[in-house]
């Protein structure tokens, strides 16, 4: 039985560091901090974050950010007191692992071991932010955080997955070796307003697909499912773990499951489209089966996803038609 977490009512006098705060999950963390009274330090250097996100940051005056390349050099935080760490710097979108794969390793690995030494020099509790594609394209379905993986070494994917695992393994060295205060999170898909628009993952393509009425592109023969979880769920889940004392890793996400094809068929109803739906060949070890098994992080707090899939599309959508 794990201990149960004391989540804090607000962080007024803490300062968070958040790697990576102008990509889609960040930018919410960063809000959602901001708005319990914590100051924000936020560090990105634009490969795939976006200026608009950190535009939105900056009403809030707790809200500074740094423009950086983590895996470079971190900037001087000499005399800056440090509270907690969020490494959420990795691109995480499949049309990122072919154009930019070397930025991808570099930034799992070597930004990662930096944010670590970092946390050591200022004693912060350390987040690494994981991916359920640690367990590739899984033999046990749902996945608990037991599971292995069975990730193919020298795929597509590999470069993405692998440095995921590889933080992984950075993240819980430093916490056996050196005493780290850290804690990992298995992020599986997530959606929400933020995202780019040429994300090239489903949700996002589907959404932008149907507002224009195009065809709805879905790849293989969309009986492979995924799990979808509302941005601002798993930033609850996040911080549930943040404040938990449990240093091994936690999955996080929502356990409703679709196939693509009822996905795509969701999608066209809740936006009322004439969108029709066509099939391409299924790329290289994509996943057939995704789902999170969320006991482990239901042990420890009351954690359950609050917003349905058919609001959640609702509430994307809407962000999305203002980008057109």
Avoid: W
Wanted: charged share 20%.
């Amino acid at each position: 039985m794990f201990e149960q977490v004391v989540l804090p009512e607000n962080l007024q006098g803490k300062t968070i560091l958040i790697a990576g705060v102008a990509g889609f999950v960040p930018h919410h963390v960063a809000e959602f901090y901001l708005k319990l009274g914590a100051k924000v330090i936020g560090l990105d250097n634009f490969i795939t974050g976006s200026r608009a996100n950190i535009q939105r940051l900056a009403p809030f005056k707790n809200f500074s950010f740094i423009e950086c390349n983590i895996y470079k050099n971190l900037p001087d935080f000499a005399g800056v007191e440090i509270d907690y760490i969020f490494s959420l710097a990795s691109p995480a979108s499949p049309i990122d692992f072919k154009k930019i794969p070397m930025e991808i390793y570099h930034v799992n690995t070597e930004g990662t071991r930096l944010l670590l030494e970092l946390s050591l020099q200022k004693k912060a509790r350390f987040l690494e932010a994981s991916t359920s594609e640690v367990y590739g394209d899984p033999e046990v379905h749902p996945q608990p955080e037991s599971y292995l993986g069975a990730v193919n070494t020298l795929g597509p994917r590999a470069i993405y997955d692998e440095s995921k695992r590889m933080a992984e393994t950075l993240t819980s060295t430093y916490q056996r070796l050196f005493g780290a205060d850290t804690r990992i999170i298995r992020i599986f898909n997530t959606y929400g307003p933020g995202m780019r628009a040429n994300d090239g993952r489903v949700i996002p393509n589907f959404i932008n697909q149907a507002l224009q009425n195009q065809d709805l592109t879905v790849y293989g023969d969309g009986t492979q499912t995924r799990s979808f979880c509302f941005v601002s769920d798993l930033v609850m889940a996040m911080h549930t773990v943040m404040f938990s004392n449990d240093s091994s890793p936690f999955n996080c996400g929502n356990p409703d499951e679709y196939t693509i094809i009822d996905c795509a068929r969701e999608i066209i109803k809740a936006l009322d489209s004439s969108s029709s739906i066509i099939f391409k060949e299924l790329p290289e070890d994509d996943p057939k089966q995704r789902r999170p098994v969320l006991d482990k992080l239901q042990s420890i707090s009351d954690f359950a996803p609050q917003v349905s899939f058919s609001e959640g599309i609702q509430r994307t959508a809407e962000y999305f038609r203002g980008l057109l």
